[in-house]
């Protein structure tokens, strides 16, 4: 009995350690060969309901680094009484900047559940300025260098439904961007899109989905029985990686789901130069 009374403050202790693990995070900042000029700022997984990071914080991160675009990956939402706390989170970081966002595995299990949210939904990301990109292409001009007579470069832009609970994508969305563009950057919520494009169709394709594990376990036992994700049984299951001859990055993203902790998987903002 004295051994269990004993385990309480460390079992305590494990969970106060889980908890401030999701309230903090970190800016990572990578640098891409691109020479477009443009800094994109990605966010992925904020699940609001159960979110711990203040949008100060966030707000203070897109003002230090000033992106030009922001990216959010999806799963924004649990459930659809989340919506409004999420418009009022999104009305204090107040970006000033473009921002772009898909669809995750939650908002559609919100919209097979209620079919009228999905409007609701939509037009919310609107008020916002939050351009919701479903299966599309966005040219995107670069940043003419100073005291150079070249032109900027374009980068195209495609912002891909969920791979599981969206639209299908149709492959034919990349015919002729090599041509029209000098970089051709996608980004979608669930990583297991990178098998389904063509092999080497994009220079970088920024997912989410899997917290990076959320929960840390041995062995990678989440992936291996709990998750039914491809990637993820690859191997891959955050940062960097190369499939079928795509670049992609899987974020840890910022939230929680079931509950607010996290364990050796810090939340994370990402930055990418390029």
């Known amino acids: 009995m004295m051994k269990w009374v004993l385990m309480i403050p460390v079992f305590a202790l494990v969970l106060l350690y889980m908890f401030l693990q999701a309230l903090l995070y970190t800016t990572?900042?990578?640098?891409?060969?691109?020479?477009?000029?443009?800094?994109?700022?990605?966010?992925?997984?904020?699940?609001?309901s159960l979110l711990l990071i203040s949008a100060g914080?966030?707000?203070?991160?897109?003002?230090?680094?000033?992106?030009?675009?922001?990216?959010i990956s999806g799963d924004?939402?649990?459930?659809?009484?989340?919506?409004?706390?999420?418009?009022?989170?999104?009305?204090?970081?107040?970006?000033g900047t473009p921002v772009f966002s898909v669809l995750g595995n939650h908002e559609h299990r919100c919209f097979r559940k209620n079919?009228?949210?999905?409007?609701?939904?939509?037009?919310?990301?609107?008020?916002?300025?939050?351009?919701?990109?479903?299966?599309?292409?966005?040219f995107l001009p670069g940043k003419r260098e100073k005291n150079s007579g070249c032109s900027s470069k374009t980068i195209a832009l495609a912002g891909f439904d969920d791979y599981k609970a969206g639209q299908v994508v149709n492959n034919q969305i990349f015919q002729g961007l090599r041509e029209r563009s000098d970089s051709i950057f996608a980004f979608s919520h669930n990583p297991d899109i990178a098998l389904h494009i063509p092999e080497g169709s994009v220079d970088l394709l920024i997912t989410g989905h899997?917290?990076?594990?959320?929960i840390w376990l041995p062995f990678k036992l989440e992936y291996l029985f709990l998750r039914k994700d491809i990637v993820s049984k690859m191997g891959y299951?955050?940062?960097?990686?190369?499939?079928?001859?795509n670049r992609v990055y899987i974020s840890r993203g910022l939230g929680t789901v079931l509950f607010?902790?996290?364990?050796?998987?810090?939340p994370e903002v990402t930055i990418f130069d390029t």
């Open 57 to 71: 914080r966030i707000r203070k991160t897109i003002e230090n680094t000033r992106p030009d675009y922001i990216l």
């Open 210 to 214: 899997f917290h990076g594990g959320q």
């Open 260 to 266: 607010p902790f996290r364990f050796l998987s810090v």
């Open 28 to 48: 990572r900042v990578h640098t891409l060969p691109t020479s477009t000029g443009l800094r994109f700022l990605h966010l992925t997984d904020i699940h609001i």
């Open 237 to 245: 299951i955050k940062d960097f990686a190369t499939i079928r001859g």
């Open 115 to 138: 079919p009228g949210f999905k409007n609701e939904f939509l037009s919310a990301m609107k008020a916002l300025d939050i351009r919701v990109l479903c299966n599309e292409v966005v």
């Open 76 to 95: 924004i939402l649990s459930k659809p009484d989340d919506l409004k706390k999420f418009v009022r989170w999104f009305e204090k970081i107040n970006p």
